[in-house]
């Protein structure tokens, strides 16, 4: 640590330049985080100093992680949902599990998931010493639904299934999957980190969410589509008894138990993933997602045209492609597959695909 402090000119000269080394979006077709919408911003900095762990000194910020609670359980078909702002998806699904487990106490627990699932679960699994089953996926990268049931034994804590896959934009078959977790009393989790809020804005999405009624528990981002800024994701369960089994005693804090895994939670985010819902309502959350799949079909026509096939058909901005090249100057990334990923997030323009496409066109 410095001896003397830097006056706020050369601090902020400082940062100024370290800033510049951070790539701008624009050119970015590989992240799934995107510009937090001007609103999110505006209202993240009102609630700066909010800390949600410990709730009772900022009541008026957990009115609002509870209100954003609401309008996602709503949007999850369950107005009535239980639930939190977690870190992000990683959060989340560490935190299913963790329900999972403590509600079905196996002594050697398993927990089956899509070979396509995020890396987060590996992450989970490691941590709470529950082994991870692999179901195959099929040629469409999707869950395999005719080997489910292979993997499922008395040791097993629970399923998931993911809607939205990171790499190929696929849904898991969740409606078979909830089937499944009814007829053989399974906790079923679904990884909608990206597509919650996607899937609800387009018209015909099948069904994932509460309204199928083996689901138990779903991971949504705010600060991925929702364009909230980061960190911000939520756990939403369908019975708010589920987080007893993650409470601790927290005997000096303004609440008296914590279900959360972070102690420490930021209220800025909650506040600039609330703002922006709010801001935008329905209309104009299916404005955004209408044009970034617009953008979707678009490269994926232009991509096709220059001889490189998308992997298969997403259902959300996520589009894969069989070409081994990377333009110069772009970001895109590599499925486990080898495919070229990208992903149609609101700063991608259409100008920006076209720029795109002539440069792979010219490889
Ligand atoms: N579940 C799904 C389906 C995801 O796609 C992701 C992240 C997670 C869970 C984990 O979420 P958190 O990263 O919020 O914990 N998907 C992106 C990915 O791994 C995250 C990301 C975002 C990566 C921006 C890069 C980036 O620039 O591709």
Redesign the pocket.
């Known amino acids: 640590m410095l001896e003397e402090g830097l006056s706020e000119d050369e601090l902020f000269r400082h940062l100024s330049s370290v800033k510049e080394k951070d790539r701008s979006y624009k050119k970015v077709l ?4 995107t510009i937090p919408h001007p609103v999110a911003v505006r209202a993240h900095n009102i609630f700066i100093e909010s800390n949600l762990g410990d709730p009772g000194l900022f009541l008026g910020t957990a009115s609002l992680e509870a209100e954003l609670i609401e309008r996602l359980g709503s949007l999850m078909s369950f107005p009535g949902a239980c639930g939190y702002a977690t ?5 989340s ?1 560490i935190q299913a599990l963790r329900i999972a487990r403590e509600s079905a106490e196996k002594r050697n627990p398993n927990v089956v998931i899509p070979e396509s699932a ?3 679960f590996e992450k989970a699994c490691e941590i709470l010493s529950v082994e991870m089953r692999q179901v195959p996926s099929t040629e469409g990268f999707v869950m395999d639904p005719e080997r489910i049931e292979d993997y499922i034994d008395s040791d097993t804590i629970g399923i998931v299934g ?1 809607a ?3 790499e190929y934009g696929t849904i898991d078959p969740i409606a078979h999957l909830s089937d499944i977790a009814l007829d053989r009393e399974l906790f079923l989790h679904v ?1 909608a ?2 597509g919650g809020l996607v899937l609800p804005f387009i018209p015909g999405s099948p069904s994932f969410d509460f309204r199928l009624e083996g689901v138990s528990s779903i ?1 949504i ?1 705010p ?2 589509m929702g364009m909230s800024t980061i ?1 911000c ?1 939520c756990i939403l369960v369908r019975d708010p008894d589920y987080f007893t089994s993650t409470e601790v005693d927290t005997p000096y804090l303004t609440v008296k138990k914590e279900c959360t895994l972070c102690g420490t939670r930021p209220g800025g985010p909650v506040a600039g993933a609330l703002a922006v819902l709010d801001h935008l309502g329905k209309k104009g959350m299916k404005s955004i997602v209408s044009r970034c799949m617009e953008n979707t079909s678009f490269l994926i026509r232009g991509m096709e045209e220059l001889g490189y096939p998308v992997a298969v058909q997403p259902l959300v901005n996520v589009a894969s492609f069989s070409c081994d090249k990377t333009p110069e100057g772009w970001i895109v ?1 590599r499925t486990r597959h080898g495919h070229m990923r990208t992903v149609c997030m609101p700063h991608i323009t259409r100008e920006t695909l076209e720029e795109f496409l002539r440069d792979v066109g010219e490889i």
């Not at 590989?30 to 985080?33: I, K, P, Q, R």
């Not at 870190?87 to 959060?91: I, V």
Request: glycine fraction near 14%; proline fraction near 4%.
């Open positions: 590989s992240s799934m985080c870190s992000g998806g990683t959060e699904n995020h890396f987060s993911v939205g896959t990171t990884d980190a990206f991971s981002d600060h991925k960190p994701g990334s």
